[in-house]
């Protein structure tokens, strides 16, 4: 008989390790063998020569192009020719700076003691055989395309929009449109935060949709966008000591986009205004409270606080997934914590309805980070730019009171189980690692524009 493998709807990430036996083996070089559990995706964006696009677990990304004898790296805007043992060390290098942004990974780490860059065989290691060309193996394989791989996963998701990455990008088309627009003199200021290279603008500027969608928007709302520079944040930011007294790690910041001076969060369609795992939750429900007055007295607040210091921070299934223990009911832990789940939200909904204040305050908090990062970080978001999925009929709302109170009639609230595949040194174990998080859905094209005037716009 021959051996059961998954098809690439089963599992698309190790569908193309396969497939491409090369990548694998520069990916375990550059990661060492451990790198699945650094790696959320792997596409492939270009078939000649064969391209993919590694995502990080943090969201961060890199490519690898298949240059006939070697691999060519690109991170962060700088090519790595994968010939040379000190291009190697020195693409091994930017990789581990993408990978400390963002939430750290719970992973004992590769085996052994600490390890430097170069292998302990060193230069005369280069000297086997080089890899075969990276073209997919006989058999009539379908055609493999990011569109597909992301499908595959979104299709579990809570937010799904048309596009995901059209709508990531729309946040760089909107930059390469503030430079159009404004045309400063001195264009070294696009180079702050990451390079908005010639490749990226003419990718942008080919899905004349968005770009011109990018285009009306920094005309539309021009004298709020006025700066020296625009740049798409690329990097997490460090949180209040406030912030961290919860133990609350994740420094993701709310801003998407420096606009001129404006810090502008961005979101194109369905929007997730927050994903907050337990330490993040209490986090963000204590900054909702900090100028809200008698409302720590109040017994549904302390039952929602109560409630929420028993979230889930790290659990396991005993065999399968958490959906699957869920509709069999045969695991008390995970019935026992999603009945939390249901109470949390009915808590809110209630505490939302009952209390104006506390609903502005929570609302406002997810938006803008305003405690997380404190008001003067690039991180704070001042702005949301909504649009619809097409990236047309944009509104710009400065996150006010205001805008704060409808958006928090309009959010949906959802806590419920975020979870993984559980691995053992690569290998998966059947198992499920679960958590619980927090969530605000939400479609910002639903909130009527809030008018900015100049003297608004200058007092932010």
Known sequence: MEPETSTFEDDPMQFILRKYAGLKKTLEYLMTPSFEEYVTGIYVVAPKPTTFKIVLHNG????LQFMGKAYEATVQGKKYYLMAIGEKERCMVAISRLLRFGNPLKTQGPEGAEKATRDQEGPEAEAGPTPPAETPAAGGEEELTETRILESILNSTIVKEADTKRASNFELALVVAWYDVFKPQDDEDKYVEGELTPEIVKTVKADKQMYEGALKTINQYKSN?????????????????????FGAIDNTPKTDVMLGSARVSVKAGNAQLLSAGKNESEATLAAAIKNVSG????????ELKDTISQFVQVGYTKKGTVGGALKKGSDADINKAEALHKKAMDLLKKLFASNKAFKIAFTKEAM????????NSPACAEYVLSTSSNFTNPQLHKIDNSYSDKVGDQVRIQVRFKSTSEKLKGEKTGRYRYWTALSGILDPSKIKEVELTEEDSSTL
């Open 368 to 375: 803008s980070g305003r405690e997380k990062f404190g008001a």
């Open 60 to 63: 961060q990304f890199f490519f």
């Open 295 to 302: 409302i720590e007295k109040s017994p549904l607040y302390q």
């Open 225 to 245: 966008f006025k700066g020296n520079s625009a740049y798409k944040l690329q990097r997490d930011y460090n949180t209040t000591n406030f912030w961290k007294s």
